[in-house]
């Protein structure tokens, strides 16, 4: 690739963020985008801003900027301040390299053979990588140093990064004393028995095996499809409790509106207070649902303190590992109940099915790579497609094809990846939303750095060479070969992946496409429930494999770092920006997103190590090799001090901490009101409160009223308090006969638990 096209794909994606970059600071000031770009800010009852509309403003920028971190902390939790830090060590790091290669390093590449140099932009990029550097070079040593700086530098910012946000998780802990999942434990593989329920076998486990601590329990009961429509008929019901004690005017006409392409006429409708509705049928007040839920295997045991639920979940319980297995519970807001309805013992099995199921999505994902590095290769295409050498002798289509059309049909590719991981981490069975979004994190970022940054290097070794890797021996011999030859490719990967994502993330198209749907189409109202959370599997991945591309491209292809570092910015200003306005956060992991940025970091560092020696051997340095060596061990030791000084505090809590916020809720009286919390908080149908489906009543026009008042009130009688609720494009959807076929089903459940069914 010639500079000329690398200058081609960077004008492009300068263009599109200049454009979105405009159209995103007029679209936030329209009233009916408030929701996709203020959606946090709504959830949270804050004012909308009021701002010139339709001028384009960097007003956002300043008030990203100006956001404090324990302000970010606050508003986003420890996970935003972890991605926070992650690009803030990023744009430390990348600074330094960037100065010390673009004016260190760059030079030597550029003049390292004895050769005529053309004009920049007719240049190969080649040139500039050190491929161009004369084996046995005198200037080998320049590299070798800079190695050394930037590998240090980076070790001590990770240290300080590392100890920093373990000071936050503590911190954390301490300030979030009323927690109830730091004294709750979930205990799975609960042993069934035919002489008793799981609760009273819990009940007897506990109080035999740890009665001084034990407190209470509460058994997780599976919520069969009858419980679900009672459920989703309390939060329609919950709809509508704004208009509880209002009528429609009864004298009018039925009213009609538009939906969508036409519009039908809808009953009027009125919501009677339960006083009356029990005044007026005074068995209603008597058919409430109670259906006894079907208990699983599992169960929320309550401590008396922090320290000895702590202790409980760390132990083994019995002699067999599969039952009684006990675990600290997630906080109530991020359980996710249903597979907490899946037998323990099947978990082994869906963790294989789904490491499977990765494996060979990751190699069907091996085609569309192979074909995107012949097009970055433009003489191999042409030579294996031959009716493509008359379209591509225009004077911008080989700088089009070779320097933009790759990097773009591999992003098309690479969004099918989250999705696939997110289900592959749903089936494994995690019992929280956030452990689901760490499991498809990390799978994500497996996938990528394997499918975008190895199979992309050693594919476009093969095309070149036409043989395959003969050893694993040699793994370091051909990424030292090849990585200098395919860093034209990453530059151009972090134009369009880095910077059109970034415009792409800050404009929010999807959210605005299905807003406009929404509202204009499907004539639908705001739900504040539709408020997403970050992506974390999604973006923090990305931002890693950048951090890869920029550590081992730093000493081998300098000429990456100046567009990575841009990214690097651009990305610390916009999602500061979606942090503060636009997610909502439902549940936080506690930082649990660092370990796994801080060992992508080390991987990436040794890694450029390991290449950089292979390339040292390849130019006959035996001086620059022999000092690499060395440092790959001093970045080994370094990794293990601090998994054995700081990673523990993200495994566990210590055990000091717990005992003193426990002796200080003891000696101010705060225990009893914590312990009195513990069933609310996790309670099944604590999103659903009982609300008594008998609150709505209709009332008809007189039209309607006239035709149907004398059989209603022969028939109906007290069973039902009055005509049929109907939605306004759906003629007929009596919510009177759904509650009789729902009271009719719990009968019949009650019946078979009971056997006393045919």
């Known amino acids: 690739m010639k500079v000329g096209a690398l200058l081609t794909s960077a004008g492009i994606n300068i263009g599109l963020c200049v454009l979105f970059w405009s159209l995103y600071s007029i679209l936030r000031k329209q009233p009916q985008n408030v929701k996709v770009y ?8 804050d004012r909308r801003p009021l701002l010139e509309r339709f ?10 900027l100006q956001c404090m971190e324990g302000d970010l902390l606050k508003t986003a939790g420890l996970d935003a301040v972890v991605f926070n830090r992650v690009l803030v060590f990023s744009i430390r790091i990348f600074s330094l390299a960037a100065i010390l290669c673009v004016f260190g390093i760059l030079p030597l590449n550029y003049f390292g053979q004895d050769m005529n140099h053309v004009l920049i932009p007719s240049a190969s990029l080649e040139t500039f990588t050190i491929g161009n550097v004369k084996e046995r070079s005198r200037w080998l040593w320049v590299h070798c140093v800079v190695l050394y700086i930037i590998s240090g530098v980076a070790c001590f910012l990770l240290y300080l990064e590392y100890t920093h946000i373990a000071r936050l998780r503590l911190l954390r802990l301490v300030q ?8 709750t434990v979930l205990v799975r593989g609960i042993p069934k028995s035919s002489h008793e329920s799981f609760s009273s076998a819990v009940d007897s486990f506990f109080t035999k095996y740890h009665a001084p601590s034990y407190l209470s329990h509460l058994v997780v009961h599976k919520v069969g499809k009858v419980q679900k429509i009672v459920m989703g008929a309390k939060k329609a019901f919950r709809k509508f409790k704004h208009f509880k004690g209002t009528a429609v005017d009864q004298t009018r006409r039925s009213v009609a509106y538009q939906c969508c392409l036409c519009g039908v006429s809808s009953n009027s409708f009125q919501l009677l207070p339960i006083e009356e509705q029990e005044r007026e049928n005074p068995c209603a007040k008597d058919s409430n649902l109670d259906l006894s839920d079907e208990e699983c295997a599992a169960a929320f045991v309550f401590f008396k303190t922090r320290y000895a639920a702590l202790i409980v979940s760390e132990i083994l319980q019995t002699s067999n590992p599969m039952k009684w297995v006990t675990s600290l519970a997630p906080e109530p807001e991020d359980m996710y109940w249903s597979n907490l309805w899946l037998p323990y013992k099947q978990l082994w099995i869906r963790r294989i099915a789904t490491l499977l199921g990765s494996i060979v999505f990751m190699i069907i994902f091996l085609l569309p790579i192979t074909f995107i590095q012949g097009l970055s290769q433009l003489e191999t295409l042409q030579q294996r497609l031959p009716f493509l050498k008359g379209i591509l002798k225009g004077k911008y289509m080989p700088q089009l094809v070779t320097g933009y059309l790759p990097s773009v049909i591999l992003q098309i590719f690479l969004y099918t990846v989250p999705p696939m991981m997110m289900l592959f981490s749903t089936l494994e069975g995690p019992i929280s939303h956030s452990e689901r979004k760490k499991s498809a994190c990390c799978k994500v970022l497996f ?22 890797l003969s050893s694993p021996k040699e793994i370091p011999t051909q990424l030292a070969k090849a990585i200098p030859l395919q860093a034209t490719f990453f530059t151009t990967y972090v134009l369009t992946s880095g910077w059109a994502s970034l415009s792409s993330e800050l404009m929010q198209l999807f959210g605005l496409i299905w807003n406009f749907v929404r509202k204009y189409i499907l004539r639908k109202k705001e739900d504040s429930d539709l408020i997403f959370s970050f992506p974390y599997h999604t973006e923090l991945p990305k931002v890693l494999l950048f951090g890869l591309l920029g550590f081992t491209c730093s000493v081998l292809a300098p000429l990456i770092l100046p567009f990575l570092l841009i990214y690097f910015f651009l990305a610390y200003v916009v999602y500061r920006n979606q942090f503060i306005n636009v997610y909502c956060t439902r549940y936080d992991t506690g930082g649990l997103y660092w370990p796994i940025a801080y060992n992508t970091t080390i991987f990436s ?16 340095s035996p001086v620059a090799a022999g000092f690499t060596v060395p440092l790959i061990i001093l970045t080994m030791l370094f990794n293990q001090y601090c998994r054995m000084r700081l990673l523990p505090l993200f495994r566990t809590f210590p055990a000091q901490v717990l005992i003193d916020m426990d002796r200080d809720d003891q000696q101010s009286g705060k225990m009893d009101g914590i312990h009195r919390r513990f069933h609310s908080a996790y309670c099944q149908s604590s999103g659903t409160d009982d609300i008594p489906l008998e609150g709505i009543k209709t009332s008809s026009t007189d039209e309607d009223r006239g035709s149907s008042s004398g059989e209603s009130s022969c028939k109906e009688g007290a069973d039902q308090p009055g005509s049929n609720l ?4 759906m003629k007929s959807l009596p919510v009177d006969r759904l509650r009789t076929a729902v009271r009719s089903l719990a009968f019949m459940i009650r019946l078979q638990k009971r056997g006393l069914s045919a």
Do not use: E, M, Y
């Open 55 to 64: 001028v384009p403003s960097p007003s956002w920028i300043v008030s990203s």
């Open 38 to 45: 203020f959606g946090r800010s709504i959830s949270k009852a």
């Open 605 to 620: 560092i040794v890694l450029t190590q390991i290449i950089c020696l292979g390339v040292f051997g390849l130019k006959k």
């Open 447 to 468: 996938f990528t750095i394997w499918n975008v940054f190895f199979f992309n290097v050693l594919s476009g070794s093969v095309l070149n060479q036409l043989n395959a």
């Open 176 to 183: 979030t004393n009323g927690n109830p999942s730091r004294f």
């Open 726 to 729: 109907s939605h306004p494009t």
